[in-house]
């Protein structure tokens, strides 16, 4: 029997490690981005939003846009703006940069981890682009006492993810937990694991 487990999964970038709740994946012309979101009021709000499917206008041939997704605003004049940035316009309009620009007010949602082949998956007019929560969970299957874990993503396809700290389960499978939120007592004889997965490369 397989038992599917939501893990605080650690995602970690070249800086360090965060949590999967700062990273969102842009879904466009087929293709998958990992986004980094910014820890800040309308990087938080954002993410309560998700998911979001945006129908996105084309705009000087370097960014998308898509009014009416209010979030807080706190913008900062822009000299130079870069491909991948997530920006809010004003205080209910998204763009999401393709090409370099600047010379204009934003507010920072947050940024691509790479903007590698961003401008074809967005194509030249309007485009379909969803954002959702960076999701890292576990598939368990015992065998004997020992468990066999793969992971279920929904990263770019190629994500490098790794099993951390893997011991004997328990018998009752209902007592994994996430080792973090363990007393001292309780990590003594603890089963436990994480899985990690790595998103700057």
Known sequence: ???????????????????????VVVSAGGKRFVAKIEDSKTGRAFVAKLPLALSMGELNGNEKYAY?????AAPEYRPKVEAGDLMLYGSNCVVLFYGEAGGYSYTRIGKLVSADGLAAALGGGAADVTFEKAELRAGIQMDGDLPLITATTNLPEGTPVETLA???????????KDYDTLDAEEKADCRFFRLRAHVDR
């Open 166 to 176: 893997v011991k004997a389960l328990p018998a009752d499978e209902t007592e994994w």
């Open 68 to 72: 009416g997704v209010a979030l807080p």
């Open 1 to 23: 029997m397989m038992k599917e487990v939501a893990l605080a999964a650690l995602i970690v970038g070249g800086t360090g490690v965060a949590s999967a709740d700062s990273f």
